[in-house]
């Protein structure tokens, strides 16, 4: 934190539309928590880019291939034994952005709570949809840190708590998760009382009905990693599920011209470019004839986006086929995950007709038939994470390298890096900010 990006820190602007924390602090007006509010949308989305290539990458669900800066296959890659160090180059905006969020949507609490331009339900719901998104922002800090552990309690920007375990980590975001989720069942009924982006109120999230729905919906991922598997259903059961209704269901960042930002993730199909996000190799290897997803997300090129870095050639033929305009809005949990989600705990619970009900669902869709192979626990899973690995293909978490790693697959059974010659990592180093300021209030 002793350097010029101090992670835990808020911009303190003065103009009238993002006012600063002085004048928010005490008896905020309406137009001044719901500049709050769209800071926090704003600011929630800002982990966009960088999650997704990184993550992705180090899953090997995609190459993000740039010739202006081999750094993003060297790095991202490992190639040529390169480990993820504190020096890695491009990988802080995964720890930096989320914190910014995080900050964000504590000013949005305080702000809310020490006013009377709010009636007590109202507090609760902008409480509620602040603590909903903060604790999906800590989420992705810990699925980049992992074994590190990450801080909570960030609230005192001075004086930051700890760092916790992993596993009291994912205890502290369900304690986030489920406040608010009281808080927005305190919030009557009837639409948000501030004004969302249509990435909420145009997909049905725009109610305290429907992020109630979303809070569980997160609340089901985290059981999930927690393998708290009753734990996943019923917070399924109480999320925006739904085994018959359309698997692209879900909330999403939107995004527009400037001064609005576009889609980090369009790239504009045929390019004759040197910079590109494209498929990776062994998932075009590993796909199932026939199978919908692919041709739904993956546009075949009329020449590949080449690189070399460090002497390897990279190529790929494939890219992207998910979005049409680069204002196109990106889901950022979708109904498709709850199938699976719903998929797994019941696998994990010998539920197998439950699960394989799921499955079906899933393969269904993908026009690829009803599972027919073994019903053992193992055997189902497999299946499973094969299904996740196609149904949430480059989506903005790095679910195939979460995946792999939460099920102790991350090898080169599962992770092929024989084109790229790189390194398999479990885990991005803690930041050198991070580790100078522990240092020094050793000695303060």
Same mark, same amino acid.
């Given at each position: 934190m ?6 835990? +820190? ?10 600063s ?9 309406r137009t001044?928590?719901q500049?709050? !509010?769209?800071g ?6 800002d &982990?966009?880019?960088t999650v997704t290539?990184l993550y992705g990458t ?5 190459? &993000?291939?740039? $010739?202006?800066?081999?750094r993003?296959?060297t ?11 504190a ?5 802080l ?7 910014f $969020?995080?900050?964000?949507?504590q000013?949005?609490?305080d702000?809310v709570?020490?006013?009377?331009t709010?009636?007590t339900?109202e507090?609760?719901a902008?409480?509620g949809f ?7 922002q800590y989420?992705i !800090? ?8 990450i ?10 708590g700890p760092?916790?375990p992993?596993?009291?980590s994912f ?19 009837g ?5 969302l982006? +249509? ?5 049905g ?14 609340? $089901?991922?985290?059981?999930? &990693?927690?393998q708290?598997w009753?734990?996943?259903l019923?917070?399924?059961t ?6 018959t ?10 995004f ?16 004759? !470019? ?5 498929v ?5 290897r590993d ?6 997803r ?5 546009f075949?090129?009329t020449?590949?986006? +080449?690189?070399? +870095? ?11 086929n ?6 196109s ?9 709850? !199938?699976?989600i ?8 010998n539920?197998?007709?439950e ?6 669902r899933?393969r ?8 027919t192979?073994?019903?053992t ?6 299946e ?10 480059a ?13 102790d697959?991350?090898n ?13 990592f ?10 100078n300021?522990?240092? &020094?209030?050793?000695?303060?």
């Open positions: 002793m350097s010029s990006c101090n992670f835990f +820190s808020l911009d303190t602007p003065n103009d009238p539309n993002n006012p924390l002085g004048s928010v602090s005490q008896n905020a007006s001044q928590v500049n709050l !509010v769209t926090l949308e704003s600011r929630h989305r &982990y966009l880019f290539m180090m899953g090997r669900e995609l190459w &993000y291939l740039n $010739a202006s800066d081999p993003w296959q790095d991202w890659l490992g190639m040529n034994g390169r480990q993820a160090t020096n890695m180059f491009g990988y905006n995964t720890y930096q952005q989320p914190y $969020a995080i900050r964000q949507a000013t949005v609490i702000a709570s020490n006013t009377n709010f009636t339900e507090k609760n902008v409480s602040a603590k909903t998104l903060m604790a999906y989420l !800090v810990a699925m980049g840190q992992y074994d590190n552990g801080r909570i309690d960030v609230k005192d920007v001075q004086n930051p760092f916790l992993l596993a009291e205890t502290q975001i369900k304690r986030i998760l489920d406040e608010g989720n009281t808080e927005l069942s305190g919030a009557g009924t639409n948000f009382p501030l004004r982006t +249509s990435g909420f109120t145009g997909n999230f725009g109610t305290i009905a429907g992020l109630r729905q979303l809070n569980r919906a997160i609340a $089901a991922r985290l059981a999930v &990693y927690r708290d009753q734990g996943a019923d917070a399924v109480a999320s925006f599920y739904s085994a209704g359309s698997l692209e269901a879900g909330p999403a960042h939107t527009g011209a400037p001064p609005d930002t576009f889609n980090p993730l369009f790239f504009v199909k045929n390019a004759n !470019v040197s910079t590109m996000m494209v990776h190799p062994s998932v075009l796909t199932i004839a026939g199978d919908a692919v041709r739904a997300k993956f075949r090129r020449a590949p986006v +080449s690189v070399t +870095s460090d002497g390897t050639p990279l190529a790929g033929l494939y890219q992207d998910r979005f049409a305009l680069n204002t809005e990106v889901k950022f949990f979708r109904n498709e995950e709850l !199938v699976l719903a998929a797994e705990a019941n696998a994990q619970l539920k197998t007709t699960a394989v009900a799921a499955i079906n899933i269904t869709a993908a026009g690829i038939g009803n599972y192979g073994a019903t626990k193992d055997a189902l899973i497999d499973i994470l094969f299904q996740r690995r196609y149904s949430l293909w989506e903005p978490w790095g679910h195939r390298w979460v995946d792999l790693r939460r099920y697959r991350l080169a059974a599962n992770v092929d890096v024989t084109i790229d010659r790189g390194t398999i479990r885990q991005l180093a803690r930041p050198q900010a991070e580790i300021w522990d240092e &020094y209030v050793k000695t303060r």
